[in-house]
């Protein structure tokens, strides 16, 4: 299945541990993203990823770490992890920005 | 800089209702303007596009015109069913960069 993947469906973890989330896409999409959004459902962007070079890189607190080994994936890493970190995670990929997006399920966190 | 305003929802509806979920973006320049769904528990999906002024966009009975005099793009359904409960956003882009939402509108649909 072509799609955009992204691991775990769900992650519970306390206040301070270090986590990361994988990406994975077989699109062959140049361009990968990783947003946040809240309870309110309200979508932020956090990165942006074009043929694994870091293009944008929104107010995100240096916790915050993602890492494209290759243009299929964009993992993040998060340190320290802090209460106000428990939202939903998604990854998506584009091959240009004006076709739209492909995003993956969603990994929810939740930070306790 | 850019952004997306929609109305608040949520917006219940009983099946066989006429739709609006109005939007109106805030951009310099000609952006492309799309609309998302997310179902319960899921992703976004892209439900439909348009890339130029006048353009419409259409998908699954949805429809939706990029009117740049009035810098609105309304999304638009003559007959809702129950399944298309679901969380409603409207996005722009521009230039290549980054896709901006606006902060989505619930829509519940009654049998």
């Known amino acids: 299945d072509t799609a955009v993947s992204q691991t775990p469906k769900y992650l519970v973890t306390q206040m301070g541990n270090d986590k990361s989330i994988k990406c994975e896409q077989n699109l062959g999409h140049d361009t990968m993203y990783w947003y946040k959004q809240d309870s309110k459902k309200f979508l932020k962007i956090m990165f942006s990823y074009n043929n694994k070079e870091l293009i944008i890189n929104e107010t995100v607190p240096n916790r915050f770490s993602p890492k494209s080994p290759d243009k299929a994936h964009l993992n993040l890493h998060i340190n320290s992890l802090e209460l106000g970190d428990s939202a939903v995670y998604f990854c998506a990929s584009s091959p240009r920005t004006d076709h739209g997006y492909t995003f993956g399920s969603g990994t929810r966190l939740t930070v306790v | 800089g850019d952004s997306v305003t929609q109305m608040e929802g949520p917006v219940t509806l009983s099946e066989e209702a006429f739709l609006t979920i109005n939007c109106t973006y805030t951009a310099t320049g000609y952006p492309s303007l799309f609309w998302y769904v997310q179902y319960p528990g899921e992703g976004l999906q892209l439900l439909l596009k348009?890339?130029?002024?006048?353009d419409k966009g259409s998908n699954k009975g949805f429809e939706a015109t990029y009117r740049k005099e009035t810098t609105s793009f309304h999304l638009e359904k003559g007959s809702v069913q129950v399944s298309d409960s679901a969380v409603y956003f409207c996005a722009l882009t521009r230039y290549g960069n980054k896709l901006v939402f606006g902060a989505g509108t619930i829509l519940r649909v009654k049998s």
């Open positions: 348009a890339t130029k002024a006048d």
